[in-house]
RNA sequence: GGGCCCGUGGUCUAGCUCGGUAUGACGUCCGCUUGACGUGCGGAAGGUCGUGCGUUCAAAUCGCGCCGGGCCCA
């Protein structure tokens, strides 16, 4: 085997071309596990469906969490031997392209309006063709192993067809209508409905403004002079006052309330109030919901443009009175000078000439929470308006059912209560958009009879009205929310609504839904209800939340910061590579917590690349090309030394971990026990002991040694490929073929721990051998001696003598002994000008005549002995307070052993310094 | 208003469910090495675990309060 390895570790010379052979051979795809013989029809099986990205989307830092966390998953799985799927796609994400097509067409001076709907549609897929090549490389760049030729478009034939399925079905049970209601709407960029999640609450620095009602009494009738006249309420004697954050909505006002108690406008209850500006008489209701202790303890109702006015309507049959147009500018017809003002304009203007009236009679800052809309920040303006809405509490029940019974688990177990919480109060979802890009809603009406039509499914447009056989007919000029179709990705992607589907057969219901918490609610929530409605199943067994990828101090990445380049996922990958990028993201990943992502770990993860990629070259290049090495469980047992016995034992415990560490997406102490396993055990001390052998001319049994260095290689390249796919992919095809059972390290099967190495005895033994080459390097150290002066060892113990004949030569290499001065015995007499070693109760001599600084031995045991003493001490007091009646035995017992040890040690040292 | 998360050496971080000597990384300092390692190895310094009280033989860990940071729902 010859080994055509660069000196150093190059991501730019692997990644691109292992993931287009990956690519080319097929491997992604479930039928390659079949026609490798590695999977049939009995076999386990695997599916995971991807968090669909934005066609318009980037990769970013988020994405690089969802694809390597996914991957990780998929990879692992698919080593496991379980047929595998991994499907991915993309989103049309209606209102965020949309207005990215509304603005680039701005841009060449297109005003989308004008171009009409068919146009902007044309245009809109001309832009996907475009981007969507673009975010699907990107995530290619990650190495996931996706399915390919199974990636779908929420747009496709086939997901259309779902959709109009999946509302067929939901509106001919009565779970979708349509009605008027109140919605939040967005009158910003969006100009559409949106449903609750999509705002945010912000909270706004406003005034609650006092504002006098006149009211209509027999001495004054209304009034006489126009308004912003100083004498509009001219002669008026009564006044209601209420109080509003929101003066500008007075001109929809259709009643002032109050409640039955109150001192001053109970008397008023049944009256007339005269709105401002308008004139309109308007009743003086009285209504439960007005808090007498806010504000005047009066309120004015504006049904169409707030929620709680709007119910109130709705109780006492009030008017609803629509002000302003899809914009928030004030429609014509209420009062001249403020027709077309914009909302805020519009208050302005109110608000003065309320002032020149004299109605204004106090104003208060106020804090108050506004909505805005999530994506372009416009306040929201609730506006009643007809849309179409799911009827989610009878989805919610079983949802939360599946929940409830373990069917389905949620990762982190604490965000179950968030689930739980959102779910029991959940509103309906409205889920029409005002917008052209989407899968329209499958609903004609008939222009003469009025007839709603909800066709068949496989029915794409219809002509004729089935009632009044009129030829007359439109479609529902609305959208479906984006969520509605990605709501159905888990099956839609699988051939539903053909169950018969080979793809649904086989791996519906899918296995994990991975994704961030903040999309619990949008999506899974979504996902659940719809799934078990329209599948009968629960889409996934699990759910697993990941957390934010924040920067370094725990901020929000967004584009205006400083250096985002170090955060760009696109950057970090060219510079670094995709498995530095993806280690960084799994080993510092905890379900449900965010992450803040350190940019100078990457550093070190790439250095970690490198270091594997050098103990490879050290592995391989000491195997000649011709060299047949044997596998592992060729070997004679009775040849394994003590580091071959330690290493077996310690990657074996490592697997058996890793196992548990999987069980329990705990990636992060996975990733951290792998890499202390390899650099601190594989290549610190079996590599370096490994080279005595190696290195020894009279030794004939190199096999043996060499067989342990690939077995454990092996065994690490497959632990780390669900991590780290590209390097374990190129350093797993140098090994030996003898080795590999499959075409690509994509298949080899997944390590089993061996418990029959596992050895605790042998590995603790190391520890201790290990302590002592530390000791005597120390001692070197202390004393100026080069590391390589060889120095006598004499060991005073009976109870390891065994051990130490056991590991007395890698002892005396690696710590460089003088082997004919290495002594071990019951007794030894402390030799004059040594240094004094002692643990675990073992004393042992460095005896140093002519290398020894007798001061310098003298700071060195007196600095031990002050640590020993110190800690005896602790001990002393524990042991001697409650500690040892009332804590356990076993604890009791330790500590008195620890005691008793140092003791000893304590004894040693200053015996060493009397005879120094 | 209700709920959730977080606060650990200079920096980031594990541990908290199940109480018993606080994990790792980066950085700093000292030394060694360069025939796998654009480096690597060895060693050192550095923490009253936000704060107060309580429970306990024993608290980073459990309970209550407070302070600070963040998030979700209303």
Redesign the pocket.
């Known amino acids: 085997m010859t080994s055509d390895l660069t000196?150093?570790y190059d991501h730019r010379t692997i990644e691109k071309e292992l993931y287009e052979w990956w690519e080319k051979e097929g491997f992604f795809a479930p039928e390659k596990s079949k026609e490798l013989g590695i999977t049939n029809e009995k076999s386990e099986r695997y599916c995971i469906t991807i968090p669909l990205p934005n066609i318009t989307g980037q990769l970013h830092s988020g994405h690089a969490l969802v694809l390597s966390l996914e991957d990780l998953m998929t990879r692992y799985e698919r080593m496991r031997q379980k047929e595998t799927l991994y499907i991915p796609g993309t989103d049309h994400a209606g209102i965020a392209t949309q207005n990215v097509v509304v603005r680039e067409l701005l841009k060449q001076g297109i005003n989308h309006k004008d171009l009409g709907r068919e146009k902007f549609v044309e245009k809109v897929w001309e832009w996907k063709h475009k981007y969507h090549a673009r975010i699907t490389e990107q995530s290619k760049s990650m190495g996931i192993s996706c399915d390919w030729s199974r990636e779908y478009f929420t747009l496709d034939p086939s997901l259309s067809r779902a959709v109009r399925e999946a509302f067929y079905r939901l509106y001919h049970k009565g779970l979708i209508y349509r009605g008027e209601y109140m919605v939040n709407w967005c009158p910003g960029r969006c100009v559409t409905a949106i449903s609750?999640?999509e705002t945010?609450?912000i909270d706004e620095q406003g005034h609650l403004w006092y504002i006098k009602y006149p009211i209509i009494t027999k001495a004054w009738k209304g009034p006489q002079h126009p308004w912003a006249s100083g004498k509009w309420a001219q002669g008026a004697t009564d006044f209601i006052v209420v109080a509003t954050t929101r003066p500008e909505t007075l001109l929809g006002d259709s009643a002032v309330a109050t409640v039955k108690s109150h001192p001053k406008y109970a008397k008023f209850i049944g009256k007339q109030a005269v709105i401002p500006a308008v004139g309109r008489s308007v009743p003086i209701i009285a209504d439960q919901f007005v808090d007498p202790e806010f504000g005047t303890g009066a309120l004015k109702i504006t049904p169409a443009h707030d929620p709680n006015d709007f119910e109130i309507g709705k109780k006492h049959n009030l008017e609803f009175i629509n002000i302003f147009n899809e914009n928030a500018q004030i429609l014509p017809g209420f009062v001249e000078a403020y027709s077309g003002l914009d909302r805020f304009e519009c208050r302005k203007a109110i608000l003065k000439d309320l002032e020149t009236e004299g109605l204004i009679t106090d104003i208060e800052p106020y804090v108050h929470?506004e909505p805005h809309c999530q994506r372009c920040h416009a306040t929201i303006e609730p506006r009643v308006s007809i849309q179409w809405f799911v009827k989610t509490k009878p989805l919610a029940e079983p949802a939360m059912e599946k929940v409830r019974n373990g069917e389905t688990v949620i990762i982190p177990e604490?965000e179950r209560?968030?689930f739980f919480?959102?779910m029991e109060?959940i509103?309906d979802w409205c889920i029409s958009r005002q917008l052209w890009w989407g899968h329209r809603i499958p609903v004609w009406y008939c222009d003469e009879c009025c007839e709603e039509i909800c066709p068949e499914p496989d029915v794409e447009t219809v002509s004729t009205c089935p009632k009044c056989k009129g030829s007359s007919v439109h479609q529902d000029e609305d959208v479906l929310d984006t969520w509605f179709s990605s709501g159905l990705w888990p099956y839609s992607t699988l051939g539903w609504p053909n169950t018969d589907h080979p793809d649904y057969k086989r791996f519906y219901p899918t296995d994990t839904r991975e994704t961030g918490y903040?999309i619990l609610?949008f999506w899974v929530a979504r996902e659940l209800m719809m799934g078990i409605e329209l599948t009968g199943k629960t889409p996934y067994h699990t759910v697993y939340l990941h957390g934010m990828i924040r920067d370094?101090?725990?901020r929000k990445i967004s584009k205006s910061m400083e250096n985002i380049d170090q955060y760009d996922p696109l950057i970090i990958i060219k510079d670094f590579g995709a498995d530095s990028l993806r280690y960084v993201m799994i080993s510092n990943s905890?379900p449900g917590?965010d992450t803040?992502y350190?940019p100078?770990?990457i550093d070190?993860a790439h250095?970690y690349c490198?270091?594997i990629w050098?103990?490879s070259?050290?592995v391989l290049?000491n195997i000649t090309s011709d060299e047949i090495v044997p596998k592992i469980d060729e070997i004679e047992l009775d040849k394994l030394k003590f580091p071959d016995k330690w290493i077996l034992s310690r990657l074996n415990s490592l697997i058996r971990d890793v196992q548990s560490y999987m069980d329990n997406y705990d990636y992060?102490?996975m990733t951290?026990e792998i890499k202390?396993f390899f650099?601190?055990e594989f290549?610190?001390w079996y590599?370096?002991m490994s080279k005595i052998f190696l290195?020894d001319e009279s030794y004939s049994d190199k096999h043996v040694q060499k067989a342990i260095l690939l077995h454990v290689l092996e065994t690490f390249y497959k632990l780390m490929h669900p991590v780290m796919p590209f390097i374990t992919e190129k350093l797993w095809q140098t090994l030996p073929d003898n080795l590999k059972t499959t075409p690509t390290i994509m298949y080899a099967p997944w390590p089993i721990a061996q418990e029959s190495f596992i050895d605790p005895t042998i590995e603790d033994s190391f520890l201790l051998m290990a302590d002592f080459v530390?000791e005597v390097?120390?001692v070197k150290?202390d004393f100026g001696i080069?590391?390589k002066t060889l120095v006598p060892l004499q060991i005073e113990t009976e109870t390891h003598r065994e051990l130490f004949e056991l590991c007395k030569n890698e002892l005396v290499k690696i710590a460089f002994i003088d082997e004919d001065k290495f002594i071990i015995d019951k007794k030894i007499v402390p030799p004059p000008k040594s240094a004094r070693i002692v643990l675990r109760g073992i004393p042992a001599f460095v005896p140093l005549a002519g290398m020894i600084d007798i001061e310098k031995e003298k700071t060195r045991i007196n600095t031990s002995l002050e640590k020993a003493k110190k800690e005896s001490i602790k001990i002393e007091k524990k042991l001697q307070?409650?500690?040892s009646e009332?804590?356990?035995k076993e604890?009791v017992d330790k500590e008195r052993q620890n005691l008793e040890e140092l003791k000893f040690k304590i004894e040693q040292l200053e015996d060493q310094l009397k005879i120094l």
């Open positions: 000196k150093i609750d999640l945010e609450a929470a604490r209560r968030r919480q959102w109060n509103h903040d609610f370094e101090k725990g905890v917590l803040n350190d100078k770990n070190v250095k490198n270091k050098q103990a070259r050290y290049t992060l102490r951290r202390s650099w601190s290549c610190d590599i370096e290195y530390r390097r120390r150290h080069p590391l307070s409650q500690f009332r804590a356990p604890l």
